[in-house]
T-cell receptor, first 112, second 115 residues
Framework: DQQVKQNSPSLSVQEGRISILNCDYT??????FLWYKKYPAEGPTFLIS?????DKNEDGRFTVFLNKSAKHLSLHIVPSQPGDSAVYFC???????????FGQGTELSVKP | DTGVSQDPRHKITKRGQNVTFRCDPI?????LYWYRQTLGQGPEFLTY????????KSRLLSDRFSAERPKGSFSTLEIQRTEQGDSAMYLC?????????????FGNGTRLTVT
């Protein structure tokens, strides 16, 4: 059973516009949520996280929103840049520092 | 660079052979994780250690797979009698347990191809 789902395998956005990546989860015990970015032939790189006591966390161009009642989180990138083109994974855990359950990933392409 | 290091980067082996991968975590991190990733999927959890103790194993980890972290520093993942279905990217990650906001930091993986 897929506890963390990213239903869009790909997303294409124009440079300078907003990219919105979505993620849904089913396990109400998840308490800590993260987004990772992955380039080909490299491991995932941590981007931004949010704990369940918050509904928003911002770091530069990246903002993560958490809607616990809908069991939904999203990553906003604004403005999008061509270097943001990568596969983005959302992940969740019942606690900080615990094992992560990953979604299937969304491949973002930012076109100049 | 003091990130997570994995060796080798690539391994090609014939079905039935044994393979061993090594992971060196970030030095101050006490937790070490192994994940497996296949094409089009997210990383799947295999097992993790806190110091030298193996605290959890996924049911994905058949008895052909064994992981060790003998001194609480580096870890090895061995696959015995490899099968073609074992072909995947094997990722290692480390984190600091109890360190507040402590995400997992991943290495660049070992890509295994079983022919």
């Amino acid at each position: 059973d897929q506890q963390v789902k990213q239903n869009s395998p790909s997303l294409s956005v124009q440079e300078g516009r907003i990219s919105i990546l979505n993620c849904d989860y089913t396990n109400s015990m998840f308490d800590y949520f993260l987004w990772y970015k992955k380039y080909p032939a490299e491991g995932p790189t941590f981007l931004i996280s949010i704990s369940s006591i918050k509904d928003k966390n911002e770091d530069g161009r990246f903002t993560v929103f958490l809607n616990k009642s809908a069991k939904h989180l999203s990553l906003h990138i604004v403005p999008s840049q061509p270097g943001d083109s990568a596969v983005y994974f959302c992940a969740a855990s019942p606690k900080v520092g615990g094992k992560l359950i990953f979604g299937q990933g969304t491949e973002l392409s930012v076109k100049p | 660079d003091t990130g997570v290091s994995q060796d080798p980067r690539h391994k090609i082996t014939k079905r039935g052979q044994n393979v061993t991968f090594r992971c060196d975590p970030i030095s101050e991190h006490n937790r070490l994780y192994w994940y497996r990733q296949t094409l089009g999927q997210g990383p799947e959890f295999l097992t993790y250690f806190q110091n030298e103790a193996q605290l959890e194993k996924s049911r994905l980890l058949s008895d052909r797979f064994s992981a060790e972290r003998p001194k609480g520093s580096f870890s090895t993942l061995e696959i015995q009698r490899t099968e073609q279905g074992d072909s995947a990217m094997y990722l290692c990650a480390s984190s600091l347990a109890g360190g507040g906001n402590s995400p997992l930091h991943f290495g660049n993986g070992t890509r295994l191809t079983v022919t």
